[in-house]
């Protein structure tokens, strides 16, 4: 078989067939068909599933065929005309592509706005602003991982073990949210931000349902003498459909995942005024890392033209759209929703007054093709058994699920926790008493049946990987 792109790379003298045979383009199938039967292993998985993760998606074929390009083999520590490799030529171009496009997506001015395109993940992103922000030991403040918050934003344990490592190179004291409203609780934020008077104040969450009140976090941080950073890292695709208040006009720093709404590879984007440019890009390079990985940027150049497109934006509104038909369809079977509803892509449901903890019903998701996660709850004591469990709405999205779509995983949902209160009055409240007796129900086994053949109604975005 012919390769093209193969072809193109020789001129008609010196293409010779027998390349194609070469020992580096034998295909997948061939020289690993272990790892070939795990990828249609997980291809089946998503497939036959009900995707809830909110932080996940499904990204596209022609993503996902430049993330298996050819940049993966290129070293190009630096910036775009300022490498320490030879041969950089072709990245560089991508480079300074991938930053227009990123730059123009969320409408921001080249001469107020710099992006760096290059951190390896969302984690090593928020860590490298506050290596160029910060000294060791200065103060942040960000949402409390309890209240939804992230743990690069800082996260010790009620006994003051520093679990992250925002905690343990920095000071970070968390604000909260209401934990009767659920909502961010911003005069209580301003009356610890006038007190601890941080460096920095961070916005933005990874399971919050509510839009921010960016221009109230812009006057606390100014009160409070403080820089002002959103993670809008679960909800950068809403954003940059317009479907969400932008964090631009009111921030120092955004940072950004891209493979959750976002729908990239996973990488890492940090947005800065141009004043903190120089700073951030030596904190990433060579402060915290070393070469990009060209592959994943070439990907995301991608993911961020498909994000300039009419049919994106529509598929943001879906997204938020059906994550309000999945919160009220909830509601009308009498569940309690966490702040009594969702602005975004994400759904906080609170399963304490059903008397469960959201690790059962994850458990038992898990085993009828349900994914989805467990999560604190406002007012939960305890981390290790949150109350509540978080669902999100844009991977099904991206397989064409609408507003009645949601309907029927409300259904299929409340099935399950019905069935999570009936086999938890047999085996009791203990989780590992719970998971044995999860074993071998045929209730199970049918409700799973059911599940999978719904989903495999739709169509999974990707191509055959
Ligand atoms: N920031 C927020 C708000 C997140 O939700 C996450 C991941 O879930 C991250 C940062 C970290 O991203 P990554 O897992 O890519 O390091």
Redesign the pocket.
């Known amino acids: 078989m012919v390769n093209s792109v193969y072809r193109e790379c020789y001129d008609d003298s010196h293409y010779r067939p027998e390349f194609e045979g070469f020992i580096g383009n034998r295909p997948l199938e061939e020289v690993d068909p272990e790892v070939v039967t795990l990828i249609r292993a997980e291809k089946q998985r998503q497939a036959g599933g009900l995707e809830l993760i909110a932080?996940e998606n499904f990204t596209s074929r022609a993503v996902m065929e430049a993330l298996g390009s050819c940049f993966t083999n290129k070293y190009s520590e630096g910036y775009p005309g300022k490498r320490y490799y030879g041969g950089t030529e072709v990245v560089d171009e991508l480079e300074r592509l991938v930053q227009q496009r990123a730059l123009s997506l969320f409408g921001l001015d080249p001469q107020e706005w710099a992006v760096n395109v290059q951190p390896?993940?969302?984690?090593?992103?928020?860590f490298a602003v506050y290596t160029a922000l910060l000294k060791p030991h200065d103060r942040i403040m960000g949402l409390g991982l309890p209240s939804g918050?992230?743990?690069?934003?800082g996260f010790y344990t009620a006994k003051g073990k520093r679990i992250s490592a925002t905690s343990i190179y920095f000071e970070s004291l968390p604000y909260q949210v209401h934990p009767q409203t659920g909502y961010v609780d911003y005069d209580r934020l301003e009356e610890l931000a006038l007190l601890y008077r941080p460096r920095l104040i961070i916005c933005?969450?990874?399971?919050y349902a509510r839009d921010w009140d960016y221009a109230r976090m812009r006057e606390i941080a100014d009160k409070a003498g403080a820089m002002l950073m959103c993670?809008?890292?679960?909800y950068s695709g809403l954003v940059a459909a317009g479907e969400l208040t932008s964090p631009f006009p009111f921030c120092d720093v955004v940072?950004?995942?891209t493979?959750?709404s976002l729908r990239g590879p996973?990488?890492?984007m940090i947005f800065c005024r141009r004043q903190y440019e120089a700073d951030i890009n030596e904190a990433v390079f060579p402060g915290c890392q070393g070469g990009p990985h060209n592959a994943t940027m070439a990907a995301l150049g991608v993911a961020l033209k498909e994000a300039m497109t009419p049919e994106f934006r529509a598929y943001q509104q879906q997204v938020r759209a059906n994550a309000k038909a999945l919160a009220g369809a909830l509601q009308a079977r009498g569940y309690t929703i966490v702040t009594g509803g969702t602005d975004n892509h994400l759904v906080l449901w609170d399963l304490r007054p059903e008397g469960l903890t959201g690790n059962k019903v994850q458990k038992l998701c898990d085993q009828i093709n349900i994914t989805l996660n467990m999560n604190a709850v406002p007012g939960d004591t305890n981390a290790l058994s949150p109350g509540g469990v978080r669902l999100g709405t844009p991977a099904l999205t991206s397989r064409g699920f609408r507003e009645k779509d949601f309907e029927q995983v409300a259904e299929f949902l409340h099935q399950a926790v019905q069935l999570c209160l009936k086999i938890q009055k047999d085996s009791g409240k203990k989780l590992a008493d719970f998971e044995r007796a999860l074993e071998g129900r045929p209730e199970l086994a049918t409700l799973r049946d059911q599940v999978r053949a719904f989903a495999l109604r739709f169509p999974m975005p990707g191509g055959p990987r």
Do not use: I, V, W
């Not at 390896?120 to 928020?126: I, K, Q, R």
């Open positions: 932080s390896y993940s969302g984690s090593p992103a928020n918050g992230h743990l690069t934003h933005g969450a990874s399971a993670d809008m890292a679960h940072t950004t995942t493979h959750k996973r990488q890492g």
